[in-house]
């Protein structure tokens, strides 16, 4: 390790403090400072997107950059920039430049905007905690921080139906995470701090330990299971819609789901490692279990009238691509899941802005209110289509890549039957995707729009615009760059190859 | 010990007793100071003669003077002062503040 | 028996009583009785005891000195409230007591 | 009729406990006693008698806690007062005999206070037993009905009450500007010093426990009002 | 060990700023003690310098040895909890200095000062009469501030509170008798050497243990805390339930630790363990039911004293490592609870104030016109909660692993259960405080001073999440090693 600086040691605290000082600034700020908020925002996400990329290109050269602290005795705070971490956090960096962007367009002229940035940015500042962690105890510190910040913005419109929204979301995540500090608190017990390494020296355990350790992992799945809305657990996820689009967008494509479903990779592949994970007897389950909430969540999407709630069943169906990659016990199915974590972020969160847009635009919220809107709104809704596609898995678009990762991984696992999983979402997909495009495009439109603004605007307002076509050229480019160097595959691979090449 | 201390020490606990039992307020309280009083001679029994003077200085006498004091307050009719929303709301748990 | 340890023993006796009287009574006054003759037979158990069979010792002497004062003022501060409770309220004793 | 069961109970293990603590107890090792005879016997201490000494030299901190304690409770005393007087209601007894009494025993218990206070160095007695007796000539002043005018002015009655405690402190600070503990007296100074603060004690303790009793001085002359405050806020 | 003489400032100071406040006139006591604060922390740096310099430091006072005299001993948790004291001190004096109804509360100053005096004399103090001392005053000290509102419903929490604080001393007092008349002395230090199983030590610590559970308001000996707590005025109830229920605890952990060699300890500590967690849950249900503010932060405190005392079950009879991180848990546990319940109830009197109403349904609106208070009660509960980042967590995982260490696992349930119960009633206020609507357009401004002072006591209990290794290294006593010998 070459490139060691003192400055390295620094680096990864100094990306996560740029929000927390970004979200410090804001909320000191009075309401009316729109400008000195918007200067705040926008270059503290600029900024992280660049100390990012250049930790990304030094994770590369395989320099370190590892912040630690002790905290307590036989407790330390760990930041470390692995290629995994790496990866979340440049995703997270780079959605939330775009989110903001947005953001800022949307919540024109809405009230308790000071609070609303605030609370935004400490949910980045959370998530890149929760992606640059070293160890468990860091992770949990951050996991937690998440959910605080998070619930603010979920009842942010201050609605009954808000309150009511906040009071479901509290009550899984909270109780998620107490399940988890019990599994994480019993893993330190059990074997003292556990540092984010493959395979960290479990299975030199004695075998006695078996039974209490894969408590230990249920524990910690149906924990991080909360967030990642795996099956029984995802109740609070549509519930949560109620929130503006931007934190709809930044809950299900960037922070909260996916902080769940890294967890779940993290400890599968960085805490119990994942020949000891087999060993035990445990990734079956979980592979039944991320079948299962695929599906589920698909069927339950066709059934939803509202736009933002077929959006958020098909999160709960998506996400569990990412369980599912990891519960292959093989290198290729690991890097579907990997890749599908980048994958899944950058399409949802555009079919999301794209929700925003018909709804902010047009009062739009229901999909047979959608007719005749790609007339309208030709620029979003090539994005929503786009997104859309890139869901079914249509190649070359970037849902065709993680599916066929998955299904090799599957087939070289000798779990065939994964593959008929796989073709069953993506029929359920484009069953209820495809109806929507339909509307959009094929119908005219029927009645007047509900609600419209930005008449003078062609398409829509261009805050709001800019960042959904944004987001959708990249997941474009992810499918279709997929062999490029620097595109999602290229980093899962790396991923892969650096650590978990079992 | 004899039968004097005896004597004493059981005069004590019947006058703590009386003190504690008595119906009419001021019997008990003068039975209190009767208590003190005695007090003094136990000390003096047990050759402490600074607190047998302080006992019977402060302890029957300055103590029996304020409960006296205080008796006579009590014994006073005041029309209660708070206003309805002020009145001695019950702040016990369960009661008063359970929604 | 020595004399000392005999007052030792009402002491006891006086603590016990006392205690009664605290829980029983709802009167404040009459609870204050009750505090103070308890805190006479701690004061007997103090001296009584640290003196029995070994004569007179000023250090638990002085203490209960100490704690004379101490029950005074207590006293006194409790009077004072009392009055001022009785004052506002017209009753003498604390509602629905715990 | 549950709290006479609750208390009774409760009155019956404390009788119990204490008394297998009475009849189990262990004989001590150390005598305090000794100590304190043989730190008395060479003069070390400043006063002859134990208990004085006990009080003001080797435990002197809780003496000058104690103080503190009446303190406070005259200051809760002044608060309540002054946020609602109890009224004018002068016990005051227009009795000539008691007049007379009071007349003849006046004297002489400003005498006893003042012996007592002499005596705490050698014999018993001291600041507590001086202070007392003097609170009780002035409880007696007002039974007769006499207005003790020149103690209505609340600023010195105030500085009489602190007085004591702040002697206190102050006599005990000097000594660890020298490097020396908290109230460590020099040896030879000890003897006038602690007849200081036992002067200035007794005064306070008198003062503090009048201001305790309902027929001291009022401090204004305020009628009673129900409350003053809350009929500003209605 | 000596060069302690400096520890005695520590008393002075505060009796000093009383005398001085009792003698000025009202209207200048408020600013004249915020000038006085600069001393007491002048008093607190050499001493600390000191100890960091050469350990633990003691000074005899009136040149008196124990035990004959009586000595202050300075060890880091003293230490540690006098800074604790000054700290809170100093932002519930700037808070009450800032109020702009200064009414008929001069006598706070005072009392507020013979209150330090009492706790810095309880932390630093060797000998269990002057113990009793210390508690009388700050007993009465602490009813004098309850009652000073002078309310029906004042007056009835100040008399309540007065008999509980009694009956608790007087149980002490007897315990105090029964000691020295076991060891004929009344040092701590002499204590020790008594025997635990001795009948007559076992009596006198279970009635010590018990009038300092009733002074502590451990349930089910809580009764009097509520209204006491909940209606006192707001940098009142701050000191109260940051500092003034510690004290109690605190000896009895001294006294616990200095007579441990009892084989009926461990069912007593399981006992006392029990009652705790009694505390956690019937604290936390009353906290979510109630409707006014500040007794919900109240009943917050009743449920939170019972994490301090899973510190017995957890610390007696439990391995080295078990009774290490039971000591840590339950003193960072103590710390973080402090800083934010003082910053709670600040805050909680701020909001109060801004909405001119004390109930919570009355709160709605009001996040929009007062944020910083209302993000000052949020991130006191995030440590009430026991949530990371905050002291109120890291104490939190200390308890946790010192209930695995010593595989006593039902104390997982009431570590959790308890936090999650917390949350309950915490949100409960947010809740209320976000919802929009048609809301009143009167608030009242807090001043500034007071915004910032629950502030900054809310923050540092975050900060101590992350900063609690030094603390709790300064902290970890020499007597605590001879616990671990005799366990281990």
């Known amino acids: 390790m070459s490139g060691w600086s003192p400055v390295n040691a620094w680096l990864p605290l100094i990306v996560v403090g740029t929000s927390l000082v970004a979200a410090a600034g804001i909320f000191l700020l009075k309401e009316h400072r729109h400008g000195l908020r918007t200067v705040f925002n926008l270059s503290a996400a600029v900024i992280k997107l660049g100390l990012v990329i250049w930790m990304a290109l030094g994770v590369l050269d395989e320099v370190a950059f590892e912040t630690r602290y002790v905290l307590v005795d036989g407790v330390s705070f760990i930041l470390r920039a692995d290629p995994l971490g790496i990866m979340f956090t440049g995703l997270s960096s780079l959605l939330w430049l775009f989110t903001t962007i947005y953001a800022i367009g949307y919540l024109e002229d809405a009230p308790n905007r000071s609070r609303f940035f605030g609370f935004f940015s400490l949910c980045v500042a959370s998530t890149v905690g929760i992606a640059l962690a070293g160890n468990l105890f860091t992770f949990f510190l951050f996991y937690e921080l998440l959910t605080l910040s998070t619930y603010p913005l979920v009842v942010h419109r201050g609605t009954e139906k808000a309150m009511r929204a906040g009071k479901v979301y509290l009550a899984y995540t909270l109780g998620g995470g107490a399940v988890l500090l019990l599994g994480v608190a019993g893993l330190h017990a059990l074997v003292g701090e556990i540092e984010f390494a493959a395979g960290a020296g479990l299975r030199d355990l004695d075998t006695a330990l078996n039974p209490v350790l894969t408590l230990i992992f249920v524990l910690l799945v149906i924990g991080l299971g909360v967030k990642a809305a795996l099956l029984p657990l995802h109740g609070w996820l549509p519930t949560a819609m109620v929130a503006p689009a931007p934190v709809s967008a930044l809950l299900h494509a960037v922070a909260v789901v996916k902080a769940g479903a890294f967890g779940i990779v993290r400890v599968v592949y960085d805490v119990f490692g994942i020949e000891f994970t087999w060993q035990l007897g445990l990734l079956q389950p979980l592979a039944w279990l991320a079948c299962a909430t695929i599906l589920y969540g698909s069927i339950r999407a066709l059934w939803q009238t509202d736009l933002k709630r077929r959006l958020a069943y098909s999160t709960i169906s998506q996400v569990s691509y990412i369980v599912l990659g990891t519960a292959l016990f093989g290198p290729v199915g690991t890097v579907g899941g990997l890749v599908h974590l980048l994958h899944q972020g950058l399409m949802k969160i555009t079919l999301f802005f794209c929700a925003g847009n018909y709804a902010e635009t047009l009062g739009v919220h229901r999909i047979d209110e959608l007719d005749g809107t790609g007339r309208r709104m030709p620029a979003t809704s090539v994005a929503f289509t786009l997104g859309a596609f890139g869901m079914i898995g249509v190649p070359p678009l970037a849902g065709f890549v993680t599916k066929w990762y998955l299904g090799i991984g599957a087939l070289d696992t000798g779990m065939a039957w994964v593959i008929a999983v796989l073709v069953a979402s993506s029929l359920l997909n484009a069953a209820y995707f495809l109806p929507i495009l339909h509307r959009i495009w094929f119908r005219p439109q029927r009645a007047p729009w509900p609600d419209e603004h930005f008449r003078d605007c062609r398409d829509t307002h261009p805050w709001l615009l800019l960042p959904t076509l944004a987001t959708a050229t990249f997941s474009l480019a992810a499918g279709l760059l997929a062999g490029m160097p620097f595109s999602p595959l290229y980093w899962a691979e790396v991923v892969v190859l650096r650590e978990y090449l079992p | ?99 | 028996m020595s004399t000392d340890l005999f007052f030792a023993w009402i002491g006891v006796a006086l603590c016990g009583l006392g205690l009664f009287g605290f829980i029983v009574h709802h009167h404040l006054m009459r609870r204050l009785l009750a505090f103070n003759i308890m805190g006479s037979g701690s004061f007997l158990l103090l001296v009584g005891l640290a003196q029995d069979g070994r004569g007179p010792d000023p250090v638990p002497q002085a203490l209960v000195l100490t704690g004379i004062v101490i029950a005074v003022a207590s006293t006194a501060l409790a009077l004072v409230v009392l009055r001022r409770w009785y004052r506002v309220s017209g009753e003498s004793s604390l509602p629905e007591d715990v | 009729m549950s709290r006479v069961i609750v208390a009774a109970i409760a009155s019956l293990i404390i009788t119990i406990a204490l008394a297998l603590a009475v009849l189990e107890r262990p004989t001590p090792t150390l005598s305090l006693p000794n100590l304190a005879s043989t730190a008395i016997t060479p003069g070390e201490a400043g006063v002859l008698h134990p208990i004085t000494a006990v009080l003001l030299e080797f435990r002197s901190i809780d003496t000058l806690l104690e103080i503190a304690v009446l303190l406070v409770a005259v200051v809760v005393a002044l608060a309540l007062r002054e946020a609602q007087p109890d009224g004018a209601d002068r016990m005051g007894l227009d009795n000539p005999l008691l007049h007379a009494v009071v007349k003849l025993l006046l004297p002489l218990m400003l005498l006893v206070a003042a012996y007592l206070l002499w005596a705490g160095s050698t014999r018993p007695g001291g600041a507590f037993q001086a202070g007392a007796v003097l609170a009780g000539c002035g409880v007696l002043l007002r039974l007769a009905g006499t207005s003790l005018h020149g103690l209505e002015r609340p600023r010195w009655l105030q500085g009489g009450r602190v007085l004591g405690l702040l002697v206190f402190v102050s006599v005990g600070i000097p000594p660890m500007l020298a490097g020396r503990a908290f109230l460590d007296y020099p040896a030879d100074l000890a003897g006038g010093l602690i007849l200081l603060i036992e002067a200035a004690l007794t005064l306070s303790i008198a003062l503090a426990l009048l201001s305790l009793f309902r027929l001291a001085p009022p401090q204004s002359d305020s009628p009673a009002f129900p409350d003053r405050r809350k009929r500003r806020r209605a | 060990m000596s060069g302690g003489e400096a520890l005695s400032w520590l008393l002075v100071v505060p009796l000093l700023a009383a005398i001085a406040t009792l003698l000025a006139p009202g209207r200048w006591r408020g600013w004249g003690s915020l000038a006085a604060l600069p001393l007491l922390w002048l008093a607190f740096t050499p001493v600390l310098a000191a100890f960091l310099h050469q350990g633990t430091l003691t000074t005899p006072l009136g040149g008196w040895s124990p035990p004959l005299g009586i000595a202050l001993i300075g060890d880091g948790l003293a230490l540690g909890l006098v800074g604790l004291t000054l700290g809170v001190f100093s932002l519930c004096a700037l808070f009450a200095a800032a109020d702009p109804d200064p009414e008929d509360h001069s006598h706070l100053w005072p009392l507020a000062w013979f209150l330090i005096a009492a706790l810095n004399g309880i932390w630093l103090s060797g000998d269990v009469f002057n113990l009793y001392v210390g508690l009388e005053l700050l007993g009465l000290a602490a009813v004098g501030l309850v009652a000073l509102k002078g309310s029906a419903e004042a007056l009835a929490a100040a008399m309540r509170y007065l008999l509980a604080a009694l009956l608790g001393s007087l149980a002490y007092l007897i315990g105090v008798a029964l000691l020295y008349a076991a060891a004929g002395s009344l040092a701590l230090a002499d204590l020790a050497q008594l025997d635990g199983g001795d009948t007559t030590v076992r009596v006198a610590l279970a009635l010590m243990a018990v009038g300092l559970m009733l002074k502590t308001a451990l349930f089910p000996l809580h009764g009097w805390l509520p209204a006491a707590h909940g209606g006192a005025l707001p940098a009142v109830s701050a000191l109260l339930s940051a500092l003034v229920v510690k004290a109690s605890f605190i000896i009895l952990l001294r006294l616990w630790l200095a007579l441990d060699a009892d084989p009926l300890a461990v069912v007593a500590a399981q006992a006392i363990g029990l009652l705790g967690a009694g505390a956690v849950f019937w604290g936390g249900w009353m906290a979510w039911r109630q409707a006014r503010l500040k007794y919900l932060v109240a009943y917050s405190t009743v449920a939170q004293i019972g994490y301090l005392f899973l510190f017995f079950p957890l610390i007696t009879g439990t391995g080295t490592d078990a009774a290490r991180l039971a000591w840590d848990g339950t003193l960072l546990m103590l710390f973080a609870h402090a800083l934010a319940k003082a910053g709670m109830f600040l805050a909680a009197g701020n909001l109060v104030r801004a909405v001119g109403s004390a109930q919570i349904a009355d709160l709605a609106g009001v996040g929009r016109f007062r944020p910083l208070s209302l993000l000052s009660f949020g991130i006191a509960g995030v440590s009430i909660m026991g949530l990371p980042p905050s002291g109120g967590f890291t104490a939190k995982w200390l308890l946790l692993q010192s209930a695995l260490a010593s595989g006593q696992w039902p104390w997982l349930i009431v570590l959790m259960g308890g936090g999650l119960l917390s949350a309950v009633y915490v949100f409960k206020v947010l809740r209320h405080a976000f919802v929009e609507g048609p809301t009143r357009d009167t608030f009242r401004s807090p001043p500034t001073a007071a915004e910032l002072a629950a502030l900054t006591l809310a923050l540092s209990s975050l900060v101590l999440g992350v900063a609690a290794h030094g603390l709790l290294a300064l902290m970890r006593p020499d007597a605590l090693s001879a616990v671990l010998e005799g366990a281990g």
């Open chain 2, 1 to 99: 010990m004899g039968w004097l201390d005896l004597l004493l020490g059981l005069t004590l606990v019947t006058t703590a007793g009386l003190a504690l039992a008595s119906r009419d307020l001021f019997r008990a309280v003068v039975m209190f100071i009767v208590f003190g009083l005695l007090m003094a001679l136990v000390w003096v029994r047990l050759q402490a003669p600074d607190i047998a003077l302080a006992e019977a200085a402060i302890g029957a006498g300055l103590t029996g003077v304020l409960l006296l004091d205080t008796l006579g307050y009590l014994k006073r009719r005041f029309e209660p002062t708070g206003t309805n929303e002020r009145r001695p709301t019950p702040t016990t748990e369960g009661r008063g503040d359970a929604r």
